[in-house]
């Protein structure tokens, strides 16, 4: 599977932004997707996670209750939305593809986009 993730921008803290991840090719829903972040200087970190169905979520405690992950598989969409964002979410943003059954298992996630900048101004 081929990904490439856009929507990100600048955006005042409080603010939201939802980002999107197009998938290629037809078998989208058979990879479970996962939202991933750097920042400048510091390690990727997993965000959030979505089984190929749909139906399992996961979310780091960071984002918990902040960010919403979903997807579209007839139309082959990964959303990240983000709501109530602070500074510190300012990161390049990425999306991401595995077919392990375990949504939660970052090590797993082999495919990925390019990323999308997201900056948070104060």
């Known amino acids: 599977v081929q990904l490439q993730a856009s929507g990100g921008g600048l955006v005042q803290a409080g603010g939201s932004l939802r980002l999107s991840c197009a998938a290629s090719g037809r078998t989208f829903s058979r990879y479970n997707m996962a939202w991933f972040r750097q920042a400048p200087g510091k390690e990727r970190e997993f965000l959030a996670a979505?089984?190929?169905?749909?139906?399992?979520?996961f979310y780091a405690d960071s984002v918990k209750g902040r960010f919403s992950i979903s997807r579209e598989n007839a139309g082959n969409r990964l959303y990240l939305q983000m709501n109530s964002l602070k500074p510190e979410d300012t990161a390049v943003y990425y999306c991401a593809g595995s077919v392990s059954g375990a949504i939660y298992a970052r090590g797993d996630y082999r495919y990925w986009g390019q990323g999308t900048l997201v900056t948070v101004s104060s």
């Open positions: 979505i089984s190929g169905s749909g139906i399992s979520t």
